[in-house]
């Protein structure tokens, strides 16, 4: 049995190593945008039918009631540890009753004991999902509920193959043990995925704002211009007055009004321009791409950045309120751009003439001419 045991870890660890190199590959939702995450996964719980049907026909290939139990003890752990790694219902829901379906076709046991430790899995998984999210969190409760589902089905399989006192005990004890090693070993890999993603993440995003950074402007810039010949739209942006908020208020503020600016315009372009991106490509400096976007219609987003703006309010640590304004400049792709940088240099010096003539105005012309 603890031979059996060993052979056991080794195999469930071996899936759940699998798993995560198909995340490594496969999980590439850095910026938590992904429409149809439950594809994703579609595709770990192909993988994880597919072990199932080996065991399975392992199972039924040979003629020993004890080996069989052990495969199915293994089994049983490997759905409970897989189930814990997938964030869509659906695919949970897919996992379950593919499970006691391919359990059914394959190995022809029809039991209705079985099948109610299945539905009680169901259940037990509404309440983990609904009051214990995510598993790692919750460790206490993740084991208690492993243990009492062991309970049940080992229950259910003594009645149906009944065994010795002694070998159901040990079966039980077995479960126990590698249920909760191969939970330890799903909150590192979890937690593994977890920062990857973070750090994958902090590549391209500002740590402060939310906004992307300098290195994703640039990349984006360059994609959005040598991909087509579409329109692309562009507007430099800077808070007026910043280092002023950071004399008066303290840098604490100045951090929170970058802060809240950045949430507030994001929440602006989700409302008028819900194909763009915010990037924070300085200090106190923004810019906005427009992909697929003409001049006229990059004025309007401008024109409801500066106005929703000005609704912004800031409270200071000791309850002052403040508002703040923006300068911008504006310009769109030219047919005599020639490379994308030139698009992102003609509306930074848009934005120059914004500032030097009184700020909280956009620039749209070498003119100086504003809207």
């Known amino acids: 049995m603890i031979f059996a045991s060993f052979i056991s870890i080794f195999f469930d660890i071996g899936f759940i190593g699998g798993l995560q190199r198909l995340m490594h590959l496969l999980d590439l939702d850095v910026e938590g945008n992904n429409p149809h995450p439950w594809r994703t996964e579609l595709i770990y719980t192909l993988y994880f039918w597919a072990v199932t049907v080996g065991l399975f026909l392992l199972a039924t290939a040979g003629h020993n009631d004890m080996i069989n139990m052990m495969v199915f003890n293994f089994q049983f752990i490997l759905l409970l540890s897989y189930v814990n790694a997938l964030k869509t219902h659906l695919n949970i829901f897919l996992a379950v009753v593919g499970d006691l379906i391919l359990l059914t076709a394959i190995t022809g046991i029809v039991d209705w004991m079985i099948g109610f430790v299945f539905v009680a899995y169901m259940v037990g998984l509404w309440l983990e999902r609904r009051y214990f999210f995510p598993f790692d969190e919750h460790p206490v409760v993740i084991l208690i509920g492993k243990a009492i589902m062991g309970v049940l089905f080992w229950s259910a399989n003594a009645v149906r193959i009944p065994v010795a006192s002694k070998y159901f005990w040990a079966f039980l004890a077995s479960y126990f043990v590698i249920s909760a090693i191969c939970y330890g070993y799903m909150v590192l890999v979890r937690r593994e ?179």
């Open 193 to 371: 995925n977890v920062d990857n993603i973070q750090d994958a993440r902090n590549v391209h995003f500002d740590g402060l704002t939310s906004a992307r950074n300098w290195l994703s402007f640039r990349q984006n810039l360059d994609e959005y211009f040598e991909g087509s010949n579409a329109e692309l739209g562009v507007i430099a942006m800077d808070i007026d007055y910043f280092k002023a908020i950071n004399d008066n208020y303290g840098h604490l503020v100045g951090n929170r009004t970058l802060i809240e600016f950045s949430k507030h315009v994001q929440g602006l372009l989700d409302d008028v321009a819900p194909g763009s991106r915010l990037y924070r490509t300085g200090g106190e400096e923004f810019n906005v791409l427009l992909p697929n976007t003409p001049f006229d219609v990059a004025q309007q987003v401008a024109q409801a950045i500066a106005a929703g703006i000005k609704e912004l309010t800031i409270t200071a640590d000791d309850g002052r309120t403040f508002h703040i304004t923006v300068s911008m400049g504006v310009t769109a792709r030219k047919s005599s751009d020639i490379d994308a940088m030139g698009i992102f240099k003609r509306a930074d010096h848009y934005l120059y003439h914004s500032k030097k003539n009184g700020r909280n105005r956009i620039t749209i012309s070498n003119d100086g001419d504003t809207i």
